[in-house]
């Protein structure tokens, strides 16, 4: 509907924030820069793009061909203003067929910052620029060659830091998500189509679809909205990675198990309790997944200063991370009160959230206190969440591993392996979510039909406001589509 | 007439679009001629004996709140009226007035002959008279000149009009009418994109050959709303019935066995019929499944014979048309005054016109009605009316009245046409205006008094009458706020016989009317609310129970119309906006959109594009103040110390690429 225009609504958002978005005046620039991971590495990959992206490559690589074949990757010695650079293969993308748009040459030189870094001087010595951050990326958008959905898989893609999330960033470049909310989008259109039929062509005898079956299939979006929503938590994980804080009294062998994570000499170790006061952030791969351990000074009352400030940047880090974890010493005599204290503190947690440690069992030879633990662990209702083990012998350490990545593992990918990682999207399906709610309450006390229109044109807007695209008239032809009309 | 007379204001045309073009503009006090081919049918209902509808009734009484005169003639009349969907939402209520077709013409040319300033000439347009690429006046068929400062076009479908019955060709706009020739050429001649619609219209059927026992009865509702307010509350004319049937497999039968027949399928018409129109052949081979279509008979006037047969335009031939009509339950006698046919004709693509409704390549030129590629009665008069109040702006150098998306649906069809175009005879539908549920019949005066006291069309005495309505629901609305019920015994007992809930605190009029079950009517048990006219009451109780939707709209109207407030130069050069697409340039170029707001409406331009613009005036803005401060603000950009990028199609290699990222 409306929108139709309602087609206006989305642009008058973006209004907010032209500020963001300005050209530059070096828009007409042809720009180049480093395309691959800067560091070691069996080639890299310096890529130009512009209007003179070809023109300014010819005196670095005099082997092109004078009319250079979109595609076509060549191969010969690349020459700077002192003398040959390197040898490389040298990949030519006429406008229109490249990834910005734009005329683009990319050059596959050898690793290392050494060679690119050369390059890179002297494309800027023949006219080039060095790219800003996403400009690429801004340049393919602003010349349609991706839609914003997809612009932002991208900067995902850049941003990506484990393994399994570049490939959901890879699946969301390739459409699957843009393919999600094009479902989501076709649902909704067909919704609006029958309701706005039934208003504009009451009286041309067209059969309406029974409120029951529209009802239904706005039950099926909502459910199908709600899934892709859930799966943003994970792909967030999935990008970002895991937080998770070490919490446990003084010496109760928190930074010893950091330690046996890391397996290296990470925190410092002593017999002295509070040491740590300071928090130690130290970041590992967990099967491929970036884990950030946050080893915080224990939650005692501080006697000095400086213990204090680091018991207030504990809470802090514990406020903000994934995952709690308990770490407390069995062998210390008072570990009952301290496990009751903890369970207490950490009730505002999801209890999903949080690990209970248990370290030093290998001072406990008769399995007396793991016993004694667990009856009280499940007395607190957190049986399930306990673990044991010895982190200066190494035991147990691979059980715990297992168990902060387990929640990475379950597949809750309701959607084909695709996942929601940008908050635009969360909070344009939110949106959506809200708006079919309403609509479906509407539909279900039979209210006024133009209402569940509104509802479900606001929903259209924002989904194409997450497709980069606006309202065309598709309800009024979808409209003429499926109903026989006739005055 | 002299070989050369001179006036402020010509009109071509006396239908619909002609008459409120000429109308409002010698009401504007500007010298007006009227031509028109055949003086005996001004304001002629060529189609349809209804006037109004769902969207359309909308549109009647905005020309009427702005001073029009349709819905008045409407009013008079009237044979039948409905208010259609009066059991939806109160947004998409629309009424219809059946009118009686020559009563309905007597009325329009008393108007016309009576009104002051406004000349009327019977004879044939020929010509445009061009000087120095203006539009100056009209060269009519006797080779006499009439010059003006300014000239309205409203053809309908005269131009190059041929007529279809089955293969049969005839030149001419409708029946007993010859086409006009000179016009659509010479406007090709000068560069517009002239292209071809087509549309159709059912056989009148006689009276006293049906067997009416056969059909359902359909009378007309028991309550009259008058389009206008300056019309009497109680109908002028008895009100008539119209009867229901159904077309069936033995009729279809007969079309498909004839479908050899019809200039439909046989490709001898080229232009684009209406969708939400279709003829029957049309209906029957688009919806194969459908085995029976309804069709209504509608009388088309108290004192004639005539019934038009709605639901079933068709261009079979003649015999064809008949043998089918016959299969129909009550026509099985049926005798046929006037057979139906289908008729194609130029229009001119309406993005060449801008939102005065002036052409864009020859100033002093504007265009109204089917001529801008409409059908409808309501269409064309809304068209007309601002063609005709624009001309007249224009001839006095006064800025154009041009009404928006969220004032009026008469905004949203000029702005659709202008920035969209079409490619079928365009129709109002309510799902048309994005804020719909602002944009309603019952309040039409209160959204557009302001435009039409700025106009000053109506009369001191007629804008008075309309000015104590507000006046009156402006205080209603204050009193409802103010006056509180307090929870005593006698006001729970009337609330209580009502139907509904006792009060719990004391409650204002106005919450206790957002109640789903209570009525504006139940009002007058509580206070002095009784004996208002409906018109006065029915916007303010659709705004109270509708209030929070209603707040809603008018928080999108108010984010739209920033679109709108940013300004484009019409000499903007579009080929230096970066990020607009060659065909972006080129529509934009073209159309010269005003504001944001239209060029985003433009079809073929993309989010990106507007984006585009923004980004253009702002950085032209920032550039012109010096404040200019290059590099990327965008979040994102600044999160992404590399930059990765990769034509999408060749994924294999982002695959690999990926993994270097593990």
Redesign the interface.
Known sequence: ???????????????AD???????????DTIC??????GV?AIAIV?VSGQSAFRFCRPIARFLPSSIESHKAYFGTLHGRLGPLDEALVTG?AEG????GEESVEFSVHGGTQISGKLIEELIACGCRL????????R???????DLV?A?S??S???????E???N??SQ??GELSGHFLDIEEDLVWMGAHI?A????????IELKAAPELLDRALKLEKKVAALLATYAKGRLLRDGLTVALVGAPNAGKSSLLNAVVKEDRAIVTDQPGTTRDLIEVETRLE?TPVRWVDTAGLRDAVDEAEKLGVERSRKAIESSDFVVVVMDLSDPLWKSGFQNFVSEARRFPRRQQWYVFNKVDLDSEGLGISDAKTEASKLGVGERVLFLSATQGKGIEEFQAAVLAPLRESAFAHGGVSITQARHVEGLQTILESLRRAIELIERD?????M??EL?SAVHTIHELL???F??Q??DRI?KEF???? | MSASSSFDVIVVGAGHAGVEASLASARLGARTVMITSNLSRIGYMSC?PSIG???KGHMVREIDVLGGEMGLAADATCIQFKR??SK?????RGSRAQCDKDLYIDRMTKVVHATENLTVIGSEAKELILEHGRCVGIRLEDGSDIRAKSVVLTTGTFMRGVMHIGLKQIEGGRVGDKATIGISDQLRQHGFQVQRLKTGTPARLRAGSIDFSKTVEQRGDDRFYPFSSRSDKALALPQISCWLSHTNERTHDVIRANLDKSPMFTGNIEGRGP??????E??IT??VE?IS??TFLEPEGLSTDSIYL??I?TSLPEDVQLEFLRTIDGLENVEVLKYGYAVEYDFVEPTQIRHSLETRSIPGLFLAGQINGTSGYEEAAAQGFVAGVNSVRSARGEESFILG?DEAYIGVLIDDLVT?GTKEPYRM?????????FLREDNTLERLWNRATELGILGQEQASRLEAILVQQTSLREQMRSSVLVPNAETQSRLESLGTAKLLKPTTIEELLRRHEVCFEDLANFGPFGGFDVSVTEPIEIDVK?AG?ID??RL?MA??R??ED?KLRRDLDYSKV??L?KEEQEKLGEKQPET??QA??I?GV???A???L???L??SK??QRGE?????????????????????SR?SE??G??????
């Not at chain 1, 790219?131 to 801004?138: L, Q, S």
């Not at chain 2, 939806?88 to 998409?92: D, L, N, Q, R, S």
Request: hydrophobic share 35%.
């Open positions: 509907m409306p929108g139709p225009s309602p087609a206006s609504q989305p642009l008058a958002r973006l209004l032209c500020d963001v978005l300005r050209v530059r005046p070096g828009d007409e820069a480093l395309a691959t991971a800067p590495g890529r993308f067929k490249s990834f910005t790219a800003k951050p996403g400009e690429f990326t801004y393919a958008y602003m010349n349609d060659r991706i997809q932002e991208i900067l893609l850049i941003e990506s830091r484990s393994g999330g570049s490939s960033a890879l470049l390739k706005e039934g208003i504009d062509f009451s009286s041309d005898g491929g209210a006024s039909p133009e209402l229109a509104l044109s980069g695209k606006v065309h008239e309800v009024i003429f026989c009309l006739g005055k | 349809n509808g769902l969207a259609l969907n939806k939402g109160p947004a998409v969708r939400y129109c279709p003829s029957i049309d209906k688009r919806f459908k279509h309804q709605q639901g335009s998306r969209k539908f309510t799902s048309r205006a994005e804020h719909r549920l509708y939707y809603r709209e999108l984010s739209n920033k679109l940013y970066r990020g697409s944001l707001g985003s409406r079809s993309n989010p990106s507007v984006q585009a923004i980004v253009h702002k950085a920032e550039a200019f401060e290059p590099g990327p603000k965008r979040k994102e950009w600044r999160r992404s110390a590399v930059t990765v990028d990769h034509d999408s994924s982002i695959e690429l990926g993994s270097s990222f593990v």
